[in-house]
């Protein structure tokens, strides 16, 4: 199989197709020469190209006459199926493959991919396909679907994996019996663009199996930046979407044909999301009559697709597809624009009947309010400074001297109310880092109900001062403020010419020779940008002598070095530079005595027994110095305290110098601890659920990582436990000494212990201020719903859903009861408006001791929480609605909750709403049992662990 190819027909034969693409065609051939399977002949065939393109071949089929032959169509085709339809009628090999000019094989890919076909008996094997981005600096590469091929899968049918049909459309990283083309006349359609989607979906049908293989096959070479693009690309050519159409229309009927109904709905979802969207992306810098066009022909399509499709969208893909349905212009103007930035909220909203609509348009309609409902992104519960806001611009105007520009900026649901504090201003920032930025005062700033509306006047020529050459591209940003809030707004250009009166002077620092002008111009998202530019001809020779230098030797050593101080700077950002910084220089500088990092939750939240330690050390005047982490925010925390981004290097630093280490959880696991430095860890909540080594995880892993995580383990110097049965479940988990124990219970449990006595000495409860804050009326009980985290069979957290509908909750027991709804820190909620002050989310406060002391009773289901509000002698639910599953299917339990519990355990919605009719029963029934539990499961926490801590580590004199 390996020998030179003599009379007898080739192994495999590769098809390479060619259009104006001389000089790129003999890599493409070289790379099918080259392979380690020497049987394989290469036919070429030319798609009657203006430029050398035929005669390359024939040179190239002269120079290898044994191996290549070489073709030319008499006209061309326009598209890449009719070369590759010629090429199957002369092909010679026993297997078939596909090359384009421009791409190439990986060195082994005919070598497996036959080795794969024999093995198998496959009609058509694929293999792993990787776009290399060439004009990437950073040598970007993208492994196409790379999901579907991590391992050998060997498929009858099509059907044992949709995904295969919806996703992998290429030609070009498969290998086909040749029998099996010819015996089904698998052909691609003539003059088609997407002429791959066809062919794949027949091929795909027609096959009788299929294999594919996890090896490398094809490199498939994107060049982002080319000024020719390529003819899928040209999106501005209103015949390359009525291509695609065509093509859909054609697999629409195979499938209709052989009753694939799951096959065409997967088909429709990918359409909608990936096809139609990479057109609508297109659809703002095109003029109207082709927007017009474009609806036209995509309504006739979208009307055959099924309302099910567009359940399984996002829902500005949704939106967006049924807007286009519409043909609403300005509605899928602003739809577009979040398609284009994600983060970017483009429209006013509606609240109608307690939920949010994209627009208050075709609301009358049942399935646009299905497919407009934007409730759960949660939109209404976000102010303004969590809002990435739509600025579109509505003028523009400029001379020699600078620009005048004019904008409206939306006010979704009045989020900025009429009587707010505005200000603004205008940012121009080098897009390359580290460079220069110039701010310019928005001159007018007004309310104009849902949008407001700006104008102002920035003298770039004078004020803006780039170095000139390296910082050639600018964005514009507007900041607004209000009520002293700040959001960053981008300058949407739409149909807005970017045009004025005369040419916009540039002074650069370094010389005018290089360049001497800003140009306005439209980012790839749609945003107002600028560009330096030699404009005049003194400036536009200067730089083409400089950009000829930049071509040659001293230019290339020049761009060497920028490369090279780039990356040095990417490495002082990267995680393993600052590893070896934090282990070789930090842990040697000397210990900073009296110093005290505090963590809680990952640097997620200032709270728990941490926070309870750290004011407890503020409350007895300690002299200390106080480190506290945050993860993204600093806001929360205390200003009494140094504050560090957690991986940052002052955080890092601050690790390795302080004499206390005092978390909850786990500080970074690749990070040592000095043996000078004590860890007090105090963990945050004693285990229904399995934990550590007890868990199915890490039963699993392999004894390297197990050895890596009992390091990490080992850190703790002293681990604090609430009652013995911490010492007989989580001690033994984390492989803990009992030398290393500390029996004080959990300090931020101080203030329950303290709530509790008072209320038996006839204190009373008092509610305090959250509960003003929060709005809840006198007369009403308050229920707190604080669930654990589920997590998948591969550890990842599940996406949070409440487990009953809040708005039949809030419809049933709203006029009795507020309920409080605090999602794990893993997790978070989105609460419709029609909820709103019934059902309250407060997954936002960082600690929740205030919140067990606010509420009447507890609904929870396996989380810790039931240990720490059950010291409050208060009515506990349990709602488990995943009971067998969760015990026998995810993580197991140490104990069986139905018999432990201090409260009903209930699996059904209506068995929870059943006990909540009748709170008061519940309370005098289970206060025996309540007793019981906090007798067993809090034995230590007496009120005092947080001084206990203080008085033990940290007062002067203290031991360690």
């Known amino acids: 199989m390996s020998a030179m190819m003599d009379n007898r027909d080739p192994a495999v034969s590769v098809i390479v197709i060619v259009y104006n693409d001389a000089d790129r065609l003999p890599t493409a051939v070289r790379s099918v020469l080259d392979q380690t399977l020497h049987s394989v002949e290469v036919v070429i ?12 071949a024939q040179e190239l089929a002269a120079a290898h006459p044994d191996r290549i032959r070489a073709y030319q169509l008499p006209e061309n085709s326009g598209a890449g199926g009719e070369p590759r339809n010629l090429g199957i009628t002369k092909v010679r090999g026993r297997y078939v493959m596909f090359l384009d000019s421009d791409d190439v094989l990986e060195l082994n890919a005919c070598r497996n991919m036959l080795e794969a076909a024999e093995r198998t008996g496959a009609d058509m094997v694929s293999g792993l396909c990787v776009r290399t981005f060439l004009d990437s600096r950073h040598g970007k590469i993208d492994k196409w679907y790379e999901w579907l091929y991590r391992t050998t899968r060997v498929l009858d049918s099509v059907l044992e994996l949709p995904d295969l049909f919806v996703f992998d459309t290429l030609s070009t990283n498969k290998c086909y019996r040749r029998d099996f083309l010819l ?3 698998l052909r691609f359609p003539k003059g088609l663009l997407y002429e791959d989607l066809l062919f794949a979906a027949r091929a795909y049908l027609a096959a009788q199996r299929i294999t594919l293989i996890p090896n490398e096959v094809y490199y498939w070479h994107v060049r982002e930046n080319a000024k020719k693009k390529s003819v899928t690309n040209r999106r501005h050519e209103m015949s390359n979407f009525t291509d695609r159409i065509e093509i859909h229309r054609r697999i629409d009927a195979l499938l209709r044909e052989r009753g694939y109904d799951e096959l065409r709905l997967a088909k429709d979802v990918k359409f909608l999301k990936h096809d139609l969207v990479l057109h609508l992306r297109d659809l703002p810098f095109r003029d109207q009559e082709f927007r017009h066009e474009f609806a036209r022909i995509a309504r006739g399509y979208l009307a055959g697709i099924d309302d099910s499709a567009y359940d399984a969208l996002l829902p500005i893909h949704a939106i967006c597809a049924y807007l286009l349905l519409e043909e609403d212009w300005p509605n899928l103007a602003t739809a577009v624009d979040t398609l284009l930035n994600r983060s970017k909220l483009s429209s006013p909203l509606a609240e109608r009947d307690g939920r949010i609509y994209w627009c208050s348009d075709h609301l009358y309609d049942e399935r646009a309010r299905r497919i407009l409902d934007v409730t759960e992104l949660g939109y209404h519960t976000k102010s303004i400074d969590g809002l990435f806001l739509r600025n579109a611009l509505t003028s523009y105007d400029q001379d020699a001297k600078g620009i005048r520009v004019a904008g409206s ?25 580290s460079l220069q930025q110039f701010s310019f005062p928005v001159g007018r700033i007004t ?24 910082d050639a591209l600018w964005d514009v940003r507007l900041i607004l403020k209000v009520n002293g809030k700040k959001t960053n707004t981008r300058i949407t250009v739409g149909d807005v010419p970017l045009e004025g009166s005369g040419r916009l002077r540039a002074r650069p620092r370094l010389t005018r020779l290089v360049s001497d002008t800003l140009e306005p111009e439209v980012s790839a998202r749609g945003h107002l940008a600028f560009q330096l530019v030699a404009a005049g001809a003194l400036s536009r020779r200067s730089r083409a002598l400089i950009d000829q230098a930049l071509e040659g030797a001293p230019g290339t050593v020049a761009k060497a070095g920028v490369r090279k101080a780039k990356k040095v700077r990417r490495n002082l950002k990267s995680g393993d530079t600052k590893l070896r910084a934090y282990h070789e220089i930090f842990m040697k500088l000397p210990v900073r005595k009296r110093t005290v990092v505090f963590e809680s939750h990952l640097g997620r939240q200032y709270s728990d027994s941490p926070r309870a330690i750290y004011e407890e050390m503020r409350r007895q005047g300690l002299d200390f110095t106080a480190v506290w982490s945050y993860d993204k925010s600093p806001e929360g925390f205390p200003k009494d305290a140094e504050l560090v981004k957690r991986w940052s290097w002052p955080y890092l630093r601050a690790l390795a110098q302080a004499e206390f280490w005092v978390d909850n959880q786990s500080y970074p696991v690749r990070l040592a601890k000095r043996k000078e430095t004590t860890y007090i860890q ?44 911490d010492v007989r479940t989580l001690v033994p988990a984390f492989r803990l000494p009992d030398s290393k124990i500390v029996r004080s219970g959990y300090p931020r449990n101080d203030s329950l212990v303290a709530a509790a006595k008072a209320e038996a000495e006839g204190g009373g409860r008092v509610r305090g201020a959250l509960a003003e804050k929060l709005g809840i009326p006198d007369d009403r009980k308050i229920l707190l719903y604080a669930p654990t985290f589920r997590s998948s069979p591969d550890g990842a957290v599940q996406k949070f859903e409440p487990p009953f509908d809040v708005e039949e909750f809030a419809e049933r027991f709203g006029d009795r009861y507020v309920l409080l709804m605090r999602s794990h820190y893993l997790n978070n909620v989105v609460l ?32 810790s929480v039931m240990f720490d509000y059950a010291l409050l002698g208060r009515p506990m639910l349990f709602f488990a609605y995943d009971l067998d599953d969760y015990v026998n299917g995810l993580r197991g339990t140490y104990f069986d909750l139905v018999k432990h519990a201090p409260g009903p355990v209930v699996e059904r919605t209506e068995e929870l709403y059943s006990a909540l009719d009748d709170l008061d029963a519940v309370d005098r029934d289970w206060a025996d049992a309540r007793k019981r539990f906090v007798a067993e499961f809090g034995e230590y926490d007496r009120g005092d662990a947080a001084r206990q801590i203080v008085d033990t580590f940290f007062r002067r004199g203290g031991q360690k």
């Open 45 to 56: 065939v030319d798609d009657h190209s203006p430029d050398r393109s035929f005669e390359v």
């Open 183 to 185: 015996d089904n006349d």
């Open 409 to 433: 900026i939306v006010n979704p649901l009045g989020v900025i109310p009429p009587d707010a504090k505005l200000s603004a201003t205008l940012e121009f920032k080098a897009r390359r880092k």
């Open 447 to 470: 309310h104009a109900g849902d949008h407001l509306e700006w104008s102002a006047e920035a003298p770039l020529a004078s004020k803006l001062r780039p170095l000139g050459f390296i």
């Open 682 to 725: 105090t963990w945050h909540g004693s285990a229904l659920k399995k934990m550590g080594f007890d868990s199915p995880e890490f039963r699993t892993k392999t004894k390297a990582q197990q050895a890596d995580q009992q390091r990490v383990l080992d850190r703790f110097d002293h681990f604090l436990v609430r009652t013995e049965h």
């Open 832 to 863: 419709p408006p029609s909820v709103r002050g019934r059902v309250i989310d407060v997954s936002g406060i960082h600690d929740v001791t205030p919140l067990y002391l606010l509420a009447d009773a507890l609904i929870t289901d396996y989380s």
